[in-house]
């Protein structure tokens, strides 16, 4: 049974940092892309950025240049480093991982199988 767990969400100003993280446990992690989604309260689940298990990456137009997504595989565990917050940002997070190893459409929910809790993250103006 695959689980991932986020953490890292929190309140912070416009122009802050924070660091977001996803634990996952029950399969071997680096054989897997993972993937960063946001879903803002009355908008849908969108993406926000994805990393493969071959270092392939990918981001939103909305947070290219903000945010940074890696993984550390010794860890099992990947990251979202989100710079220069702004009040659009604000949304619960989550990450995913999909059930196969090839994951080709990145940036569809669809495509990713596991998901986990959420981690709220608050920017104020």
């Known amino acids: 049974q695959v689980q991932l767990v986020e953490s890292g969400g929190g309140l912070v100003q416009t122009g802050g940092s924070l660091r977001l993280s996803c634990g996952a446990s029950g399969r071997t992690f680096n054989n897997y892309a993972m993937g960063w989604f946001r879903q803002a309260p009355g908008n849908e689940r969108e993406f926000v950025a994805a990393?493969?298990?071959?270092?392939?990456?990918y981001y939103a137009d909305s947070v290219k240049g903000r945010f940074t997504i890696s993984r550390d595989n010794a860890k099992n565990t990947v990251y979202l480093q989100m710079n220069s917050l702004k009040p659009q940002d604000t949304a619960v997070y989550y990450c995913?991982?999909?059930?196969?190893?090839?994951?080709?459409?990145?940036?569809?929910?669809?495509?990713?199988?596991?998901w986990g809790q959420g981690t709220q993250v608050t920017v104020s103006s």
């Open positions: 990393i493969t298990y071959s270092g392939s990456i």
């Open positions: 995913a991982a999909p059930q196969r190893r090839t994951l080709i459409a990145v940036r569809i929910p669809a495509s990713y199988d596991y």
